[in-house]
């Protein structure tokens, strides 16, 4: 019998809980002894121990057996519809809203799905943690790999300009010299040498097959981190989850490319997590219940190495590191673990500034003392002008805005209503860049770079607020979580696939930047309307590129007047030995049509111009792209 056969070991299990001593692996809220500063979670019940392996006889009967089904079928019910809705996407098709546009019902069914099984699971307490694993790298999947899986190419301008500054890198042994704007990797090359070294070592040609995996595979490994720091706030496994959840379905600004940015991020918040980790507030138990604060020595050599690490590798995300522990080591308890790590961060990062990227930060000091003075206008030089922009652009971006100002509001409401939060350490690393948002534009980018780091402690307490201990529940949580999750998915995917039509490369674009890297004489000049020309930048240090949408209001009228007119003075000092180049794209067109940057009809308009002009020979033609040779035309007589 059932009772006479377990009865003994729970009264044996009983009797053990009555006589161990309460060390922090077995306090109930999760802390050390002897911290001074105790997070009180809400009231309810803690889920700390395996779940079991299915439902229970003594469970709420068949609303529970069906949950438990409907939780380990959606998962992979879901993701067999996400694979079969990406066998035929009419990409051709796609305009003002990019992606959202030729997905077909069976994704956003399969989208639907999957957000629906995640909060079954949630709920559910016999959800073990690798279905949970297994909902949030579906949804990583599902985001991140349907471009990868949909396009025959790399997608995004600035990944094919980095695969370019890899490919420099190897080629000089190092730095790379005449870099002109590109030469601010010279000064923080950690991410591209690291690439370069792992083509020697693998004996591969080009990072290109695996950069195009990379914002699927950064967002994969940031799980861990994210799993880490909110396991170091709290024991509620549904917080936690939840947490991730929302971060993932939030983070829309796109900064998972092939980049030193991706690179410094996760380098970034693994140093959180494992700081956080340590804190005297952490719900984590120490390996070594008899020491209290203050960090492992290995432990904090391994912080510091990561802390060096982005350094060298990323000019911004240093002083967004610095930002976050100054504001951590205001509370005193949390001093003997964020000064060590603090004053290594200030140490390294002056270091590295005053030597190798002294000559960069030399030039550019004026404008960063000017950028100072312009705190207003550092703020909002991320709201992009939408009066020009296509119809479709202008929603996107209001949906941008609304997703990421709803976000906030509920952090901020969470942070408000669940007094434990405040005692986390993350509203103060939800406030951190915002010192840095004042102080800098970084190139119209600062305030999508602030909400991307603020992001992961904005994520928890928004969580904090849907989420709330299941003795305060008086609705099945899922009815409330879903619809809110969907919606917060629904404006995820306005940003993240919003500009597809512009990211996306066909191989007759790549075809067409390849045969003029390789037919360009070093000194030769290419001209583009916009940087959409895949694979253009290779051997960048030997050749001029010229941007027309981007250059003086004055040149761009021009331009405009009268395109052939327009080009001929940045083709100046073009000969037989070294001619101009101008490479016409689809991917070009489409940012001149979706920005409002240029007239719509400027491309047809320029090439018609080109094809009728002296000196303008077509070297290369294919449906997606044309790229004509400039050779000044010998004066008329021909004499001397």
Not at 178 to 186: L, Q
Request: charged content about 20%; overall charge positive.
């Amino acid at each position: 019998m059932k009772g006479g056969r377990d009865g003994p070991r729970d009264g044996a299990r009983d009797a053990a809980r009555r006589t161990a001593p309460r060390d922090a692996a077995a306090r109930p809220d999760g802390l050390r002894e002897g911290s001074r500063a105790a997070v009180r979670e809400p009231p309810g019940p803690r889920r700390t121990g395996a779940p079991g392996p299915g439902p229970s006889p003594a469970g709420p009967g068949r609303a529970a057996a069906l949950r438990f089904w409907a939780v380990r079928a959606a998962l992979p019910v879901s993701l067999v519809l996400w694979l079969l809705s990406l066998r035929s996407v009419p990409l051709d098709d796609m305009r003002d809203l990019g992606l959202l546009q030729v997905l077909p019902p069976l994704f956003w069914i399969a989208a639907a799905l999957l957000t629906l099984g995640f909060c079954l699971a949630l709920g559910d307490r016999r959800t073990r943690a690798g279905w949970l694993t297994g909902y949030v790298l579906a949804l990583v999947a599902l985001l991140h790999a349907t471009p990868t899986l949909l396009y025959p190419t790399l997608r995004y301008s600035w990944a094919w300009k980095h695969l370019a500054v890899v490919d420099a890198m190897i080629r000089h042994g190092g730095e790379v010299p005449a870099a002109d704007k590109f030469d601010v990797y010279n000064e923080w090359p950690g991410f591209f040498q690291l690439n370069a070294l792992f083509l020697k070592a693998a004996g591969l040609d080009s990072a290109v097959g695996y950069a195009a995996w990379t914002p699927a595979f950064a967002n994969a490994l940031l799980l861990a981190p994210l799993l880490l720091l909110y396991r170091s706030v709290t024991r509620d496994r549904r917080l936690v989850w939840g947490a991730v959840w929302i971060f993932y379905v939030c983070s829309w600004v796109g900064q998972d490319y092939f980049a030193p940015q991706t690179f410094a991020f996760l380098l970034f918040m693994t140093v959180m997590a494992l700081l956080f980790r340590q804190l005297p507030s952490s719900a984590l138990p120490r390996p070594d219940p008899r020491r209290r604060d203050g960090w492992p020595p290995g432990l904090l050599a391994g912080a510091v190495l990561l802390v060096a690490a982005i350094a060298v590798s990323h000019p911004l995300t240093p002083l967004l590191l610095i930002s976050a522990l100054v504001l951590l080591s205001l509370p005193r308890r949390n001093r003997r673990v964020t000064l060590p790590l603090l004053a290594a961060a200030v140490v390294l990062t002056a270091l590295w500034d005053a030597t190798v990227a002294r000559d960069y930060l030399t030039a550019n000091v004026s404008d960063f003392v000017r950028s100072v003075l312009q705190p207003d206008r550092n703020v909002t030089s991320g709201l992009t002008a939408l009066g020009d922009a296509a119809p479709g652009q202008v929603l996107l971006s209001w949906v941008d805005r609304a997703l990421s100002a709803a976000v906030v509001l509920m952090a901020a409401a969470g942070f408000a209503l669940r007094r434990w939060t405040r005692r986390t350490g993350l509203p103060l690393l939800a406030v951190a860049p915002l010192p840095l948002l004042a102080l800098n534009a970084y190139g119209g980018e600062m305030l999508f770079r602030a909400y991307l780091f603020a992001l992961p402690a904005v994520a928890f307490l928004a969580a904090a607020l849907l989420l709330p201990s299941e003795a305060r529940e008086r609705v099945p949580r899922p009815l409330v979580l879903y619809p809110v999750l969907l919606a917060l998915l629904g404006g995820m995917v306005f940003g993240y696939y919003g500009k597809e039509a512009v990211n996306r490369y066909d191989p007759g674009e790549v075809a067409a930047a390849r045969y003029v890297t390789d037919h360009a004489p070093p000194g030769s000049v290419i001209v583009t309307l916009t940087s959409d020309v895949p694979g253009l930048d290779m051997g960048y240090e030997r050749h001029r590129r010229i941007q027309l949408a981007y250059q003086d209001s004055e040149d761009t009228r021009r331009l405009v007047r009268d395109p052939l007119t327009g080009v001929e003075p940045f083709l100046s000092g073009a000969t037989g030995e070294r001619p101009a180049y101008l490479v016409l794209s689809r991917a070009q067109d489409m940012n001149v049509r979706l920005t409002g940057t240029l007239p719509d009809d400027l491309p047809q308009r320029l090439r018609t111009a080109l094809d009728d002009a002296p000196g303008f020979t077509r070297v290369f033609t294919d449906e997606d792209a044309v790229v004509y040779r400039y050779v000044p035309p010998a004066p008329a007589g021909g004499g001397p």
